[in-house]
């Protein structure tokens, strides 16, 4: 019975993400009926989707933060909340072409650059945000920083120039992605689904070994995220374990041997423990 409700759960999981839904706590509703009332909410989102969400929530009980939280003196933050999030949403969502003016490395300026808006990601190592469009004049695909960007309006464009551009823009990722399998350890198998939200930002998918009762991830991402990755690895600990992929091996052997020769573990006694 155990053996089948992991595989139940980890098959209900899986579907969640493919439709896109997402399950939430009354605690979390709580907490975001909390920060709704913020007053940067309404700059965050459309006035339509702020008065729907209230709406969902009007049954949930805001959060009494008030004897929880203490806000101690910490340095000077970044914001995460960007201006031109909202608009730039937009256009990628209608499939609109864009006339940008954004600036590059040395501080020169260049305006009113034709394009079409791909995607928006988060760095979690710059923690800023990037815009991630496809350069119709000189056909090439850019990752523009929002910070850097002067000026962002629609433009026009075919549907038919639309699709071939996020064909293009498709085959050009796929070309640069590398893929990653790390394996769960089986006396971690209870902790699935606090392993897979760590993964959660990334495009996976996720076997389970029936005969060795062992979950593999199966990671695929760019090269410029592989620290992130790295850093989600080493928050499991010793739940999870690199099967493939040379340079997070690499990585992960080095931080270990470093670790270890803190403590007064030579080097040469991890070696012999390998290999034995």
Do not use: C
């Amino acid at each position: 019975m155990h053996l089948f409700e992991k595989i139940f759960n980890h098959q209900i999981i899986s579907r969640l993400e493919d439709s896109g839904t997402f399950m939430v706590t009354s605690h979390e509703r709580s907490w975001l009926k909390t920060m709704l009332e913020h007053p940067a909410s309404a700059e965050a989102f459309t006035t339509y989707t702020l008065d729907k969400l209230r709406s969902i929530l009007e049954l949930d009980q805001v959060m009494d933060t008030s004897p929880h939280l203490i806000e101690k003196a910490r340095s000077l933050e970044k914001q995460v909340y960007h201006p031109l999030l909202p608009t730039l949403r937009r256009h990628i969502m209608n499939k609109t072409g864009i006339r940008i003016s954004y600036e590059i490395k040395g501080g020169r300026v260049k305006t009113d650059h034709l394009g079409f808006p791909y995607k928006l990601e988060y760095s979690m190592v710059k923690r800023e945000w990037y815009l991630l469009w496809y350069h119709t004049r000189h056909h090439a695909f850019m990752s523009t920083r929002l910070k850097h960007i002067h000026a962002v309006t629609a433009e026009s464009i075919k549907q038919s120039t639309a699709e071939r551009i996020l064909q293009e823009i498709g085959n050009t990722l796929d070309s640069r992605k590398s893929e990653v399998v790390i394996e769960i350890i089986p006396m971690y198998n209870e902790e699935l689904s606090r392993i897979l939200y760590a993964f959660s930002s990334f495009e996976k998918n996720v076997e389970y070994d029936l005969d060795n009762d062992t979950y593999l991830i199966r990671v695929y991402l760019l090269g410029d995220e592989m620290e992130y990755l790295l850093s989600k690895i080493r928050f499991l600990g010793k739940r999870v374990r690199v099967n493939e992929g040379d340079y997070l091996k690499r990585r992960m052997f080095e931080a270990s041997t470093k670790a270890l020769e803190r403590y007064g573990v030579a080097t040469a006694t991890v070696s012999e423990e390998r290999s034995s």
